[in-house]
């Protein structure tokens, strides 16, 4: 099973909104990844967090903000978002290691009005 | 990070096979090629990763340049399901996604 799941699918919010994005893994993965990707861009990093810890934040602005409740779980807190925020959300996972494969979620449409 | 160059489009006919090339000129020896392919509005997917040798799995083959500074995902008889955009990936510390080769698959 390699299935990586994300919720919402889709998500309308306005600037002044607060909203969560989640992405769950039960593959024993230790290592989860949240990617942004504008329409006809490829993915780009946002944060990895490994073991639970965040390890990289790709400097995004402080109105994302993730967590990492256990090793299964991942979310990406929203607040004060702008319209250029707008994009499909991308969570991944790995075993950690060497190769690092990373397996993909299907992604949240965001939408900010 | 390492960088790869990748032909922005390509297009195959139904039931040929299709090469898709990739440079990466700037790999380190530790680094793995990953290819990942992505359909409209859905994730990235995962299909062949190597490091030095060629390698087969049941979507495609990896062939790896003796000097790994190129490598050729083969997908070998093209299906309409196979249109999507292909991405060449080093990992080393981390993945960066480079821009991709977007596939037509002309019936």
């Known amino acids: 099973d390699t299935e990586v799941t994300q919720t919402p699918k889709h998500l309308v919010m306005g600037m002044t909104n607060k909203k969560s994005l989640k992405c769950e893994q039960h593959?024993?993965?230790?290592?989860m990844y949240w990617y942004k990707q504008k329409a006809k861009k490829p993915p780009e990093l946002m944060f990895v967090?490994?073991?639970?810890?965040?390890?990289i934040n790709e400097s995004v602005p402080s109105r994302f903000s993730p967590e990492c409740p256990n090793s299964s779980l991942l979310n990406l807190h929203l607040h004060a978002l702008q319209p250029e925020d707008s994009a499909l959300y991308l969570c991944?996972?790995?075993?950690?290691?060497?190769?690092?494969?990373?397996?993909f979620g299907p992604g949240t449409r965001l939408t900010v009005l | 990070d390492a960088k790869t160059t990748q032909p922005n489009s390509m297009e195959s006919n139904e039931e040929e096979p299709v090469h898709l090339p990739c440079n990466h000129s700037?790999?380190?020896?530790?680094?793995?090629i990953h290819w990942y392919r992505q359909l409209p509005s859905q994730g990235p997917e995962y299909v062949i990763h190597?490091?030095?040798s060629n390698v087969n799995n049941r979507m495609a083959s990896l062939a790896i340049a003796e000097d790994r500074k190129s490598s050729t995902l083969i997908l070998h008889r093209a299906t309409l399901r196979d249109a999507a955009v292909y991405y060449c990936?080093?990992?080393?510390?981390?993945?960066?996604f480079g821009t991709g080769t977007s596939l037509t698959v002309i019936p």
């Open positions: 991944a996972s790995s075993r950690g290691g060497r190769p690092d494969t990373q397996y």
């Open positions: 593959m024993g993965h230790r290592a």
């Open positions: 967090y490994s073991y639970e810890k965040l390890s």
């Open positions: 700037t790999i380190s020896g530790t680094d793995y």
């Open positions: 190597g490091l030095t």
């Open positions: 990936i080093l990992t080393g510390n981390q993945f960066y």
